[in-house]
Structures are given as C-alpha cells and as structure tokens.
C-alpha cells in the first residue's frame, strides 16, 4: 500500500540550528519525490524535488532508496523557514497522497 | 511560473444550497487536476482527480453525486458542493499539473476555498 510518513507533527528549533524533517515513503514502482511548503496565509507551492538535485533557500533532501527516505535538511535555520511542509513522493502509477506535514517553528 | 486561480477564495452558504468552486490554469494547459479538502491542522486528503474530456476518479469515501467534477477544457476544473450540509464546511483545495500528466512535474495549487455552511 502506499504511505508517506512524517513522523513528527511539530518541530520547533532555534535560529541557526539544523533542521531535518524526516519523511519515509512505501510505494510502487520507482516515485519521484517532491517537498512542498505552506507559509502563513500563502498557498501550497514547491519546494524542491529530487530530481533536480537542487538547493532551495538553503534547503536539500537526498533520496535514500535503500531506507526510502527522503530526509529535508537545512544547516542553519531561519525564521522565514516556519511553515508547514510536505513531502510528497509519487508516480505513475500511483495517487499523489500527501503526507501528514509537518509544522516547522523557528523560535528566534 | 505557472499559475493556478481558484475563486471564490470563501463562500458561506445556507444547508440544503449548492456551491460551485473553479480551478483556472492561468498561463498553462492542464490535462489533470486534483481536488483535496483540508480540515483544520490537518493535512490535505485527496478526494478526485479530474481530467479534461473524461469523467473524474474518485477516491473511496467521496460522493461523487455530492462533489460534482467537471473538467471541461484544459484549463478550467469545477467543483460543485450540491445540497451542501454544515459537516461540508472545510477549506478546498484545487491543484494542476501542467500539460500530459507527467509525474516529474510539480503540481501548482490554487489558494483554496474557505466554505461555510449555515
């Protein structure tokens, strides 16, 4: 069956420390893996995805197959970083379900 | 960059009336759509696919005499709330994919629709 998981609902950091939001995924098939962002009173728009292997606002997220994670990092925390994110891995052969998000405070 | 327009961005209507959501690809042809519902602090769930020229693909649980999909042109998706019932107030939420349905492609979403249901 198809499941995304983010394990936690809440992550709240100081300022300039790392962040990681974890995301594990079971799914069919090969998926492409995408995060997506929600800022206060914005709408749901794209992040990054894995395959343009691109930095987004100082964010990465490698793709671990072996574990079927798809990890978000960021090294230094900012507080335009609170949102709520994400992820989201899908393919053809699959529904594009999205996982439960996690809310990411910054506290300054 | 690609732009989705859903309006109206809230509605509050009285039980028993239907509403009518739009989902308008702007500056793209979307052959698919998607429509979520989102409950407060909760993420979004899927409740159909819609694709141009043919009939949308429900998810389990949705009532599709309920939730009218119309996928009329490649750039308009209509969500129809008929009859609509106080436990249908929920923010929805319209998103696109642009040209053939290319899972590599990132989806763009509307700014949803607050609905209230007197």
């Known amino acids: 069956a198809q499941r995304v998981t983010q394990p936690e609902k809440l992550l709240s950091v100081f300022k300039g420390a790392p962040v990681e939001l974890k995301c594990n995924y079971s799914y069919s098939g090969s998926p492409e893996l995408f995060w997506y962002v929600q800022y206060s009173r914005q709408r749901l728009q794209l992040l990054l995805r894995h395959i343009s292997r691109e930095s987004i606002k100082g964010f990465t997220a490698d793709l671990n197959k072996g574990e079927t994670s798809f990890h978000l990092k960021k090294p230094f925390a900012q507080e335009e970083d609170s949102a709520m994110y994400y992820c989201?891995?899908?393919?053809?052969?699959?529904?594009?379900?999205f996982g439960s998000g996690t809310r990411l405070s910054i506290r300054p | 960059g690609a732009v989705v327009s859903q309006h109206p961005s809230w509605v509050i209507c009285k039980s028993g009336t239907s509403v009518k959501i739009e989902c308008r690809s702007l500056d793209f042809q979307a052959t698919t759509m998607f429509w979520y519902r989102q409950f407060p602090k909760q993420s979004l769930m899927l409740m159909a696919t819609?694709?141009?020229?043919?009939?949308?693909?429900?998810e389990q649980g949705v009532e599709k005499d309920k939730f009218l999909i119309n996928h009329a042109s490649l750039t308009l998706s209509t969500l129809t709330v008929t009859s609509a019932h106080p436990e249908d107030s929920s923010f929805y939420i319209c998103?696109?994919?642009?040209?053939?349905?290319?899972?590599?492609?990132?989806?763009?979403f509307g700014n949803g629709t607050r609905l209230t249901v007197t």
């Open positions: 989201v891995p899908y393919s053809s052969a699959s529904k594009i379900i």
């Open positions: 998103s696109a994919m642009p040209g053939a349905q290319s899972y590599n492609s990132p989806l763009h």
């Open positions: 819609s694709n141009e020229g043919s009939k949308a693909t429900y």
